[in-house]
C-alpha cells in the first residue's frame, strides 16, 4: 500500500509537470537558473498510529538541517526546486528504570531529497513563494542521549531492522518563502513542514510511526 502510494504521487507529479511544460512557454521575464546554499533549525517529532498508541509520550527535539539546491525555472511563475540536505529528525520522552527517571533525546541522521514544485508571486525587490512536493531521505546513523541524576551518557546506533529502525523515509513537504534580491541573486528565508507518510520504526504490535517536522531555513541563491 505505501509503495504504490508513492508510486502515484510520483507520477501525479511528472503528470503536473508535464502539463505545465506543454500549457505554458517560458518568456523573457521568467525567473532566472540558480543554484544556493541553505541551513536552519527543525524542530521534530514522530506521530503514532496503531491498536496500543505506543505506550509513550513524545515531544519535540530540537536540531537542524544544511545543504545545497538547485533551481530551474519553467515559466514566469513555476519552477522547480531540487535539493540535496543533511537533515535531522528525531524526537524526545521519558523512561523510568527502577524508580530512577531517565530522559531520552534520540536523532536520527538523514541525507535528504526533496524534489518541489515551486510557484513565484514577483513583486520587483522581492519575491514570495510557496513550495509543495514529495521527499525522500535515508538514514544510516542515529546517536540517542540518556540523562539520569546519576550523570548522562550517549550512544551510536545503526539504522537497520535489528535495531528496530527502517532506514528509508518519504513523505510531503508543504512551505512557503520570501526572496529579497542582492547582488547577483537574493536571500530568502523559508518555512516549511514535512509530514512523513513512511512507517520508520519495526513494531510488532501494530504501531505505526512517522516523522513530523517544522522547519525554518535560511541561505542564499545565486542566478544566472
Known sequence: MKVRLITVVIKIQ????????????????????????KG??????????GTNGGGLS???????????FIHEPISKSFSLAIEVLYFQQGMK???????????????????????????TIDLDKFRIYFNVGPYMGIAAQGDVKYTTPLGNATESIDVDEDNGLKPFDFGIIGGA??????GEGGFFLEPRYNFGLT???????GVSTYNRTL??????????
Do not use: T
Open 177 to 182: 518563502g520570501v526572496f529579497l534580491k542582492a
Open 58 to 68: 513524545y515531544s519535540s527535539r530540537l536540531g537542524f538541517h544544511g545543504g545545497f
Open 40 to 49: 536552519g533549525l527543525n524542530l521534530s517529532n514522530i506521530s503514532e498510529s
Open 14 to 37: 511528472v503528470l503536473v509537470f508535464l502539463g505545465i511544460f506543454s500549457a505554458i512557454s517560458q518568456d523573457s521575464d521568467s525567473p532566472k537558473r540558480g543554484f544556493g546554499l
Open 199 to 205: 512507517d520508520i520504526i519495526k513494531d510488532d504490535q
Open 93 to 119: 520522552y521519558d523512561l523510568s528504570s527502577s524508580g530512577l527517571p531517565i530522559k531520552v533525546d534520540a536523532v536520527l541522521h538523514y541525507a535528504q531529497l526533496p524534489i518541489l514544485p515551486r510557484y
Open 215 to 224: 522547519s525554518v531555513s535560511a541561505g542564499y541563491m545565486f542566478e544566472f
